[in-house]
């Protein structure tokens, strides 16, 4: 079933949005399983941010778990504020980034 | 389980939606894809499914160079017969119409299809119809369906508009059809000696190219699918091709008496294209089985022989010249016959019928197919053509053309000699001229409309020439004068018994008044909104709740704001008044910025900005509000948004909506720590601003000075809350802006102080806002204070607001979970039933949900006292 949702995200198409770090707190620590119940967690988050847009690339944990640093495509910082929100997650602070390589200056 | 390939899952869905219908429930989808891709075909399998329960009404809007306005509901009328078919034959206006419509889908047990065809072609009045149907749905057993050709509609297509606005509608649905696969392709090729592989290819799966290429019988492939078509025809006989070339004159669809009456004895040969699958037979007539074909024959009709057909077409359609519809058919053909006295007789008419329709644009195009036809040296045939042309050219926002066309009219009628009527055309030229941003051609235009109306007796044309000028003068910012010129044009008004005059006139001396700090205007205001009320003028109602929301934003008067704001968007939605929707919609954000609802502000912000006909007025203020919350909220791109919005703010723009922007960039920098930027904006600020007058942004910007540390004295006549702040009253200065409702401005008060529970508080206050830099900034002033116990930020709750509801509508859900009924909850708030009705639609719509029952079912599972914890926590 081709319904709109699928097409409005093709249409803005993931390669031109903007880069976004997504620092999170999280005071009594996250701990994802790895079972299949943490897999559904991880998966639920995917598919809602979805629905705004939003690509989560992947996350850097604190040695502590209480903070992550997340990275995201998304057109804007109000939709990661959305997707956060549909997921129950906390924003510490959004800050716009791009890649740098070391290796790419050989 | 129909005979179609590759359509199953399409059909269930529309099962679904049918189903849907059915419980009163009503449902609209849009069917998207390609010319040929099978939407027709879908619909006819879906309709023949149900054909034993369900009563189908279909209509198609035409391929018209100007389609016939309303061309679908005329099919359906004919259908429908009733009250329905009686209003469209005897020309009546269009709200009978629609309501009409209402009552024929609202009166049966059993769900009903609507099919509306190729919106593409739309003419206004149809898209009208389409978003007056999409807002009626809940509670009628009604399937609407409707389809498009996506690549027909581009971003100013008049229906990509309404599909924006559709698109949040609970009701609505929107299913695009994909090509058919390889796989498909090789079952339809069956036994042919085509191979299935390239025949995919070269038709990119398109059911209709496919099946064309089949029936072509061709041993090579046709390169296009018109040239399968023509291939297809080609084996016909020549009396088949004849009979093909009139039908294809007539349209995609042609009366069988019509036909009989054009062809004679060559009508046997119709059968021919029947069985050859060329025509369909449809009640009354026949259809092209696509308009593909439709396209192929007439394109290969040679242009002499087009227009003899034409011609012969006219003639036959003129018995029916009575039919306030077959009007824009008439003019066509009289057009492409090249006759021109039927042109100026029909193309005219036509375009009254249009204008009766508010078909607005099609009107415009009929008067410009007439004026192509007349003569230089007619005068009295083209002026009142060149009026039509260019106020409905106006209206659809084509300002050029209107000034075009109203300059040609101007130097008629100074030629003939008749000034009411050059007095009221330089008065009209105003308008355009402004909107073109060349408001010292617009305020001539109005001065020498003033020097040729005032000598003559006086009428209400003068009184509209004072009343134009009352609002030029108010947008330029001489309110003095607005109000002089408006009082002036409504006491004339009122003496004429000219409502529409009389609530312009008083919207502008009460803009005005209030410009000037003078509160009565907003009872000149209020007199004008019940004038055009009791006339129901609802354009004039429209502009009345527009003024009184954005003079009450701009004092901070927010739930003055709020109440009109919500009872004039009930009223421009049930009256369809899409110019003020629109504005009041894009006022809100604002409204919500200033409440601290932060989310809710940007989210219809960014609603806003993404429709394309939001215009740059409108585009600036969501610009300044999304800015404003990046900037408060230490999200990146608040510059991005507030060089756009400066951008739009140039010199045409009043100061009202002008120098916000540069208060915004102000704030911007400063939250930044960049207090040299500050500086250079609030430089900036102070040129445009000149002599201000407004208190609210005289206090403003004397605060960003007194912020960045300017010893200047502040002015006087500022707004008391910044008075107060900047007399060192921190105390009284947060208690005002909590007052008035204005959270982030009332912490940012306390923020000054060296006080640490007024620090506490504001800490509080902005961590609940997630106003990070603020709450930065006062954790650090608490830490030198040596406070203890500073607060982290909280984290928002939102699982308690799974859907994002505003308050209002949370407060609704709350009471509708109590099991109250609208008129009870209506009563609660104090607000009207209609209001409640909006909510309910909304807080369902959020939710996801079809009936009261399982929102209040939600309400329960997301009561604030046992919050569900998120799913991610809930895995840790």
């Not at chain 2, 009404?57 to 359906?76: K, Q, V």
């Not at chain 2, 369809?576 to 006022?587: G, P």
């Not at chain 2, 204070?785 to 509508?809: D, F, V, W, Y």
Request: contains cysteine; negative net charge.
């Amino acid at each position: 079933m081709t319904f709109s949702r699928t097409d409005r995200r093709i249409e803005k198409g993931g390669r031109d949005m903007p880069r976004y770090l997504v620092e999170r707190m999280f005071p009594d620590g996250l701990d994802i399983p790895v079972t299949e119940e943490g897999a559904a967690a991880v998966l639920g988050v995917v598919s809602r941010n979805t629905e705004q847009s939003v690509i989560w690339l992947h996350s850097y944990v604190s040695d502590d778990k209480r903070r992550t640093f997340c990275i995201y495509d998304g057109p804007n910082p109000e939709a990661i504020r959305r997707a956060a929100a549909c997921n129950d997650l906390p924003i510490e602070r959004i800050i716009k980034v791009s890649v740098l390589d070391p290796y790419f200056y050989q | 389980m129909t005979d179609l390939l590759e359509r199953d899952a399409f059909i269930a869905a529309l099962d679904g939606l049918l189903a849907d219908a059915g419980t009163g429930d009503g449902r609209l989808v849009l069917i998207g894809g390609d010319a040929g891709i099978g939407k027709t075909a879908l619909i006819d399998a879906f309709c023949q499914s149900h054909a034993s329960t369900t009563r189908v009404l279909a209509g198609a809007c035409d391929a018209l160079s100007t389609p016939r306005p309303l061309g679908p509901l005329l099919d359906i009328s004919r259908q429908a017969g009733g009250e329905l078919q009686r209003l469209l034959t005897t020309g009546a206006n269009r709200e009978p119409i629609f309501g009409a419509l209402l009552n024929e889908l609202g009166q049966h047990s059993q769900p009903i299809i609507v099919v509306i065809e190729d919106i593409h072609w739309a003419d206004d009045a149809t898209v009208d119809l389409i978003r007056f149907l999409a807002r009626r749905l809940s509670g009628l057993r009604a399937l609407v369906i409707a389809t498009y050709r996506d690549v027909e509609i581009g971003p100013h297509h008049p229906f990509r508009l309404c599909l924006g606005d559709l698109a949040t509608s609970r009701s609505v649905r929107r299913i695009v059809l994909p090509p058919l696969s390889e796989e498909a392709v090789r079952v339809l090729a069956g036994s042919s000696s085509l191979d299935p592989s390239a025949l995919h290819r070269q038709t990119g799966g398109n059911p209709f190219f496919v099946a064309e290429i089949l029936a072509s019988g061709e041993p090579g492939m046709p390169a296009t699918v018109r040239d399968a078509v023509l291939a297809r025809i080609a084996r016909l006989g020549s009396d088949a091709r004849a009979a093909l070339d009139v039908a294809a004159v007539l349209g995609f669809r042609s009366e069988s008496w019509l036909l009989t009456d054009l062809l004679g004895s060559g009508a046997a040969a119709l059968d021919a294209c029947v069985v050859a699958g060329v025509l369909r037979p449809e009640p009354g007539g026949f259809a092209f089985r696509h308009e593909l074909a439709r396209d192929a024959v007439l394109d290969a009709i040679s242009p002499v022989l087009r227009c003899a057909l034409h011609r012969r077409a006219l003639e036959a359609l003129r018995l029916t010249a009575d039919d306030p519809d077959a009007l824009a058919r008439l003019a066509h053909h009289a057009d492409m016959a090249g006759d021109r006295e039927a042109v100026l007789a029909y193309a005219p008419a036509a375009a009254r019928r249009a204008v009766e329709l508010q078909a607005h644009r099609e009107a415009a195009a009929q008067y410009a197919r007439a004026l192509r036809w007349s003569r230089e040296w007619e005068p009295a045939v083209r002026a009142p053509l060149l009026e039509g042309f260019a106020y409905h050219s106006y209206l659809t926002d084509r300002h050029t053309e209107a000034v075009d066309a109203w300059t040609q009219a101007l130097a008629i009628w100074r030629r003939v000699g008749n000034p009411l009527k050059e007095g009221e055309i330089l008065r009209l030229l105003s308008r355009p001229l402004w909107y073109l941003g060349r408001s010292s051609d617009a305020e001539a235009s109005i001065s020498a409309s003033l020097s040729v109306l005032e000598p003559l007796p006086r009428g209400v044309e003068l009184g509209w020439a004072w009343s134009d000028l009352s609002r030029l003068r108010m947008l330029a910012g001489e309110s003095e004068a607005a109000v002089v010129w408006g009082k002036q044009a409504f006491l004339l008004g009122e003496r004429l018994g000219d409502a529409g005059l009389q609530a312009h006139a008083l919207n502008n001396v009460g803009c005005a008044r209030l410009e000037l700090g003078d509160e009565g205007g907003s009872d000149d205001l209020e007199r004008g909104l019940a004038i055009a009320l009791a006339a129901n003028l609802d354009e004039h109602a429209g502009r009345s709740y527009a003024n009184l929301v954005s003079m009450a934003l701009i004092s901070f008067q927010l739930a003055r704001a709020e109440h009109w704001g919500e009872e004039g968007s009930a009223f421009t939605l049930d009256h369809d008044v899409e110019t003020y929707r629109l504005c009041l919609m894009s006022q809100r954000p604002v409204q919500l910025f200033l409440q601290g609802r932060w989310s809710e502000a940007v989210d219809l912000a960014s609603t806003l900005l993404s429709r394309a006909d939001l215009s740059p007025l409108y585009r600036l203020l969501a610009l300044t509000v999304l800015g404003r919350v990046r900037a408060r909220r230490g999200d990146p791109e608040a510059a991005a948004a507030l060089d756009a919005a400066l951008a739009l703010a140039g010199p045409t723009v009043d100061l009202s909506r002008r120098v916000p922007v540069f208060m915004a960039r102000i704030e911007a920098a400063w939250l930044t720590g960049d207090h040299a930027c500050a500086e250079a904006e609030i430089n900036a600020a102070c040129v445009i601003a000149g002599e201000l007058n407004d208190p609210w942004l005289k206090g403003e910007l004397a605060y960003w000075r007194w912020q960045v540390g300017s010893s200047a004295k502040p002015p006087s006549g500022i707004a008391k809350p910044y008075a107060q702040q900047l007399a060192g009253d921190w105390a009284r200065s947060a208690a005002s802006w909590e007052s008035l409702g204005c959270p982030y401005e009332a912490a940012l008060a306390l923020a000054d102080s060296g006080d640490e529970a007024a620090l506490q508080r504001a800490l509080a206050e902005f961590n609940q806002l997630g106003a990070r830099p603020m709450a930065a900034a006062v954790t650090q002033r608490l830490r030198r204070l040596g406070a203890l116990g500073i607060a982290r930020g909280p984290r928002p709750t939102t699982r308690a607001n799974p859907a994002r509801l505003t308050a209002r509508e949370m407060e609704v859900w709350d009471l509708l979970a109590e099991g109250l009924r609208n008129a009870e909850i209506a009563n609660r708030l104090s607000v009207s039933t209609k209001t409640v009705d909006h909510h309910v639609s909304a807080v369902l719509a959020k939710l996801g949900v079809r009936t009261r029952t399982e929102a209040a079912h939600a309400r329960a599972l997301h009561a604030p006292s046992h919050r569900q914890s998120g799913e991610l926590a809930h895995a840790t």
